[in-house]
């Protein structure tokens, strides 16, 4: 017996990556995880079996974000599967690193659409399907707070919003005892930060100066955090911005 087992998680852009990592602990910790993916089923079966060689249970869902009728698309197929829904962790996002007098308006549109304007409406509709003493986990970034990397000015807005969006839904949804917090990481090994970490020698050292910690984190580390905050032990925690960037901050 897991802390969740015999609860139900949805976590978006589980193919890889954060949202791989966070998939894997919530099964791992008893949980049924709807493994969601937008082009990469392959490697969304991926997470699903590595879920399931663990002892645990899963399926994967896909559908593209940022496009229209996305949520209730992805809501529909959930509800094929699942029956109900306790933990829900918005983790899907794209990036930017354009600076804002490169930046073209094709692309501020569709990182806003799939960063902010989808997990809004993923949220929207998941509040019919939230029971009581449900959890909700969005994935922001460090970025949000610091002007550290200003080229990512787009990206950084809309973690923003997001964390508008965790802070207000805690308190329409605290009063059925559910929680809604931003976890925002730093500079985390994954395919989105490869080019940064490894696309020349000294990436990774001058990645790791960020943080006090003098590393770059891994999917676990923004994993862990996030089974705390479904766990039962996060229930008096809500509205909350957590730190996860090894202090990138500080
Ligand atoms: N890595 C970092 O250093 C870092 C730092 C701070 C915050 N974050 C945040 O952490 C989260 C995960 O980042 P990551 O580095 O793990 O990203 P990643 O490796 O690029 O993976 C992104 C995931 O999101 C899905 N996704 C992206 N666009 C989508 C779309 N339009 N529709 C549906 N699914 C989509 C991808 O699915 P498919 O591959 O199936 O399309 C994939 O599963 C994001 O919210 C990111 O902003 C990351």
Redesign the pocket.
């Known amino acids: 017996m897991g802390v969740l087992t015999g609860r139900t998680a949805l976590v ?8 791989r990592g966070i998939a894997e602990r919530l099964g791992r910790d008893g949980a049924r995880v709807a493994v ?5 089923e392959t ?2 079966k991926e997470t699903v079996a590595a879920i399931e060689g663990a002892g645990g249970s899963a399926f994967a869902l896909g ?4 496009t229209p009728g996305d949520a209730e698309a992805l809501w529909e197929e959930f509800d094929r599967h699942a029956d109900g829904l306790d933990i829900l962790v918005n ?5 930017t690193t354009r600076p804002i007098d490169q930046l073209e308006e094709r692309e501020y549109d569709e990182v806003f659409a ?1 960063n902010v304007k989808a997990p809004f409406f993923i949220l929207k509709h998941a509040m019919a399907r939230l029971r009581d003493g449900g959890r909700v986990v969005n ?5 949000a707070r610091t002007a550290a990397m200003p080229d990512n000015v787009a990206y950084a807005m809309t ?1 923003g919003a997001l964390d508008v969006l965790s802070r207000d839904l805690s308190k329409v949804l605290g009063h059925r005892g559910i929680t809604v917090n931003s976890v925002a ?4 090994d ?4 490869a080019p940064l970490l490894h696309g020349s020698p000294d990436g990774w050292a001058k990645a790791a100066a960020y943080s006090a910690l003098g590393g770059v984190g891994r ?1 676990a580390e923004v994993a862990d955090v996030v089974a705390f905050l479904v766990s039962d032990g996060g229930r008096w925690t809500t509205g909350s911005w957590v730190d996860v960037t090894g202090g990138s901050l500080t």
């Open positions: 978006t852009g589980a193919s890889r990556g954060i949202g969601h993916y937008g082009r990469n490697a969304a559908v593209e974000l940022g983790n899907a996002a794209i990036g799939v994935i922001s970034s460090g970025l973690k990481p730093g500079i985390i994954t395919d989105n930060t999917p």
